[in-house]
């Protein structure tokens, strides 16, 4: 059951940016941590960034210092700055609701995914 509907993934090079974007449904949305996990093909869906309801963020390793999430709860939506774009970085991206407002971990409310892919 699609909970979001992600948007703004697409071919980009090495170096490059993307932005995604998470719109969301239902009038809680700022109640609710919100991140994004990926999923590259042969891999598990890894964790990439969370941001609580009230702004406090966690960014995976692979991409502290690359990628920036913020979201703008009037219009329920989360978004994902992605900078210095690596082939790494490839992969399906899925937005994702946690269960309270402070962690994403055991989120249960999912996307559809988007595609990122890196390559030159």
């Known amino acids: 059951q699609v909970q979001f509907v992600e948007s703004g993934g697409g071919l980009v090079q090495p170096g490059g940016s993307l932005r995604l974007s998470c719109l969301a449904s239902?009038?809680?949305?700022?109640?609710?941590?919100m991140g994004w996990y990926r999923q590259a093909p042969g891999n598990q869906r890894e964790f990439v960034v969370s941001?609580?309801?009230?702004?406090?963020?966690n960014y995976a390793d692979s991409v502290k210092g690359r990628f920036t999430i913020s979201r703008d709860n009037a219009k329920k939506t989360v978004y994902l700055q992605m900078n210095s774009l690596k082939p790494e970085d490839t992969a399906v991206y899925y937005c994702?609701?946690?269960?309270?407002?402070?962690?994403?971990?055991?989120?249960?409310?999912w996307g559809q995914g988007t595609q990122v892919t890196v390559s030159s």
């Open positions: 941001i609580t309801s009230w702004g406090s963020t």
């Open positions: 994702t609701r946690g269960l309270t407002g402070a962690t994403i971990i055991g989120g249960d409310y």
């Open positions: 239902g009038n809680i949305f700022s109640r609710y941590a």
